[in-house]
């Protein structure tokens, strides 16, 4: 009974440490996955000319989860005749449970939402531009940082269960 | 594309109802149109920020179907036309006098243009340096304000300053009285040119012309004829991507948004057409490819800005397509009798009014 009593706990807290340590693994990734999608809408915009509601159903198609379910909803609110603006704001607050970013990661890719379809393709170019420059600026550093916490996590949970057994023991 | 819809509907009850008929019907029949021009407006309400908007959906006094332009100037009166009245609105939708009427604010016009552009300035850039946008449904809204130029040409318009949403008519039929006088002694269509002052309806007699001609009339003896329009300002078919909003008939194919005279040069060479059309004639490029166009045998339908004969013989670029006796045929419109009177049709080759 003990024994397993002694399994199940560092069982659950390693878990918790590999679901931590997945959790922040994601980061880069959906950073990625946001360059990716940013330099898909700058071609729209610049080369197709395409208006913002169709080139976000064009971004939805081809991008995965989550960004998808964002750009949908961003579609979604620009069918509804909100202005670009505000529902590029309204979107990052009602997604980003989905996401696994941090605070500073929305206040750049937030940017994007400020004057976004308010001037000609040339300056709505250079926005994007300067955006995913920062973005991929905090994407390298993301990556680097990212599998040092993660591998930290996903020891450390396995180590608080053993902790927590000899204590208990 | 709704709005298409619902406009051609209404078109009808401007027929007057029949005096024989029981009131309770006529009643009925007035309901029938106050709520069909309640949903026209609210339709129309959609392209504005919250304060317009909530103004045309408390519009009463004023019927959809009389009004044909609305317009929104900064630090000035809300201001809607009708074909023969300027009805300035208070914040309740009520006309008033001009100093109690609602004001229109910088913020109002920003929020139009954001909704009618759907957030999307930089996809309307080539409509915006030219002036106007085209809403789906083929409205037309004129825009103005300072423009910016680069190396002599207008690169694009900010701080707008004035908005006129013009609404396009679909009034079938009248194309029919004068289309006979178009046909030559052989029964063909001849090359021609509709003239009118702005606002006299040359928009939606060519547009009837094209769905009249594409399809063919059996009782004047004239077949179908393929007809290619070149819808530069996307007004004539309103296409909405890719879809046109208006009948232009069974055999028409739609070049949209493209330049005239580079639109002329490609339709000829690849879709064969027996007739051009195309609106507003007056840039010398048009006149130069119109001509190119003339040697490969199509027949051309267009329109120009002119109020009448004299005026257009005084227009340079018209002068010349006239003096050259390309034109076999003259339509001359104007709003003596509402928009779309036919002043006259001039058969050019003789100088004869028909």
């Known amino acids: 009974m003990l024994i397993m009593g002694c399994v199940a706990l560092i069982a659950g807290c390693g878990s918790l440490g590999l679901w ?44 995965d989860l989550p960004w998808q379910k964002f750009f949908a909803e961003l579609q979604e609110r620009l069918e509804r005749g909100e202005s670009a603006g505000t529902a590029w704001k309204e979107t ?21 939402g400020h004057g976004l379809g308010r001037s000609d393709s040339q300056e709505q170019h250079k926005q994007l531009e300067l955006v995913q420059h920062q973005l991929a600026l905090i994407k390298d550093q993301a990556g680097v940082w990212s599998e040092k916490q993660a591998k930290m996590w996903s020891y450390l949970g396995f180590l608080c269960g053993i902790a927590g057994v000899l204590i208990l023991i | 594309m709704s709005l298409h819809y619902t406009l051609s509907v209404v078109q009808a009850p401007k027929v007057k109802l029949n005096s024989t008929e029981p ?20 339709d129309m309400a959609r392209w504005f920020g919250p304060e317009v908007r909530s103004i045309l959906d408390k519009i009463k006094a004023v019927t959809f179907q009389e009004v044909e332009e609305l317009r929104l100037r900064v630090g000035q009166p809300l201001l809607v036309r009708t074909s023969d009245q300027d009805l300035f609105l208070n914040s309740e939708g009520e006309i008033t006098n001009p100093n109690k009427a609602y ?96 606002r006299a309806g040359k928009t939606t007699l060519l547009r009837d012309l094209i769905r009249l001609i594409s399809n063919g009339v059996p009782q004047l003896g004239l077949v179908g004829l393929t007809v290619g329009v070149v819808d530069e300002r996307g007004e004539l078919a309103g296409m909405w991507q890719g879809v046109p909003t208006y009948n232009l008939g069974y055999r028409t194919d739609v070049l949209d948004g493209c330049p005239k005279a580079s639109g002329m040069n490609m339709m000829v ?65 104007s709003r003596k009798n509402g928009p779309g009177t036919v002043e006259g049709v001039y058969d050019l080759k003789t100088g004869r009014i028909l």
């Open chain 1, 20 to 63: 931590l340590a997945s959790r922040i693994r994601r980061r880069p990734a959906e950073l990625r996955a946001c360059l990716m999608a940013l330099a898909l809408l700058d071609t729209e915009i610049v080369w197709g000319v395409t208006p913002l509601p169709e080139a976000f159903g064009i971004v939805k198609e081809r991008t």
């Open chain 1, 92 to 112: 990052i607050l009602s997604q980003n449970v989905n996401f696994c970013l941090k605070q500073q990661d929305w206040q750049v890719i937030g940017d994007v």
């Open chain 2, 23 to 42: 009131m309770t019907s006529q009643t009925e029949g007035s309901l029938c149109r106050s709520d069909q021009s309640a949903a026209l407006w609210a």
């Open chain 2, 103 to 198: 004001f229109v604010k910088r913020e109002d016009l920003v929020c139009a243009l954001e909704r009618m552009t759907h957030s999307s300035v930089y996809a309307v850039e080539e409509d915006l340096r030219q002036g106007f946008l085209t809403l789906p449904g083929g409205n037309r809204v004129g825009v103005t304000g300072e423009a910016i130029l680069q190396h002599g040409k207008i690169q694009t318009l900010k701080h707008i300053s004035s908005l006129n949403l013009r609404i396009a008519r679909d009034i079938l039929g009248r194309g029919l009285k004068i289309l006979p006088l178009l046909l030559g002694a052989d029964g063909t269509f001849g090359h021609t040119l509709l003239i009118s002052p702005p």
């Open chain 2, 269 to 333: 060479r690849s879709m064969a057409p027996q007739v051009i059309a195309m609106d507003e004639l007056g840039h010398s490029d048009d006149v130069t490819a119109l001509m190119d166009a003339l040697r490969t045998g199509v027949r051309i339908l267009s329109t120009a800005h002119a109020s009448s004969l004299e005026e257009a013989q005084n227009r340079p670029t018209l002068a010349h397509l006239l003096e050259q006796g390309v034109f076999e045929r003259l339509v001359v419109l």
